[in-house]
C-alpha cells in the first residue's frame, strides 16, 4: 500500500477541518464489479484537494487594518465608495493606519505590497469624505493600469504569479 506524503495528509486534515468534512469512512462503497480499492479514502480525499486548489485564492478583498475611529471610518466609507465604482474587483487591498500625535492619522493604501495612496487625516473628521474620494480615484486608475499592464505581458514562457 503506498504511503500518503505527510504534506499531503495534513493539507487534507485541514481541508476537511475548513469545509467541515469528516474522514468518512462509512462512506466508501466497495466497486460493484470487483474488489473494494485498498486507497479509495484516499482518492476520495485527493477529488477534494483538487476542487479545493480552485479556492486556493479570494479575490476582491479590501483588508481593515486600521486602530482608531478616524480609520474605521475612513475605511468604511472607501470600501463603499470603491464598490461603487469599480463592479468587479479582483485585486486584494489592504487599508492600514498608523496614528500620529501631530497629525491625526496616515492612511496608506496597498496592493501587493506596493503603496497605491497615502494620506494624512486630521483628527476633526471634516477632510475624511473629500480623502477617500481622492483614494477611491486613486485605486480605480492603479487598478485599471495595473490589469492593462498585466493583459500586455509577455507569459510565454513564465506564468502571471512566477513574474
Known amino acids: 500500500m503506498k504511503r500518503l506524503n505527510p504534506i499531503l495528509l495534513i493539507a487534507i486534515v ?22 473494494p480499492l485498498e486507497n479509495n479514502g484516499a482518492l476520495e480525499l485527493q477529488g477534494r484537494l483538487e476542487s479545493l486548489d480552485k479556492l486556493r485564492e479570494i479575490n476582491g478583498v479590501v483588508v481593515d487594518q486600521t486602530m482608531t475611529r478616524l480609520g474605521e471610518d475612513f475605511y468604511s466609507l472607501f470600501s463603499q465608495k470603491l464598490e461603487d465604482e469599480i ?46 474620494d481622492q483614494a477611491v480615484s486613486a485605486v480605480k486608475n492603479y487598478v485599471l493600469r ?18
Open 14 to 35: 485541514l481541508s476537511n477541518a475548513f469545509l467541515g468534512l469528516g474522514m468518512a469512512s462509512d462512506k466508501v462503497k466497495p466497486l460493484e464489479n470487483g474488489p
Open 146 to 163: 495595473w490589469r492593462i499592464e498585466r493583459y500586455l505581458k509577455d507569459t510565454f514562457d513564465v506564468d502571471y504569479d512566477e513574474i
Open 87 to 132: 463592479e468587479e474587483l479582483k485585486e486584494n487591498l489592504t487599508v492600514k493606519e498608523r496614528p500620529t500625535a501631530l497629525s491625526g492619522s496616515i492612511i496608506t493604501i496597498f496592493h501587493r505590497q506596493n503603496i497605491i495612496f497615502r494620506t494624512a487625516l486630521s483628527p476633526g473628521r471634516q477632510n475624511v469624505e473629500e480623502k477617500t
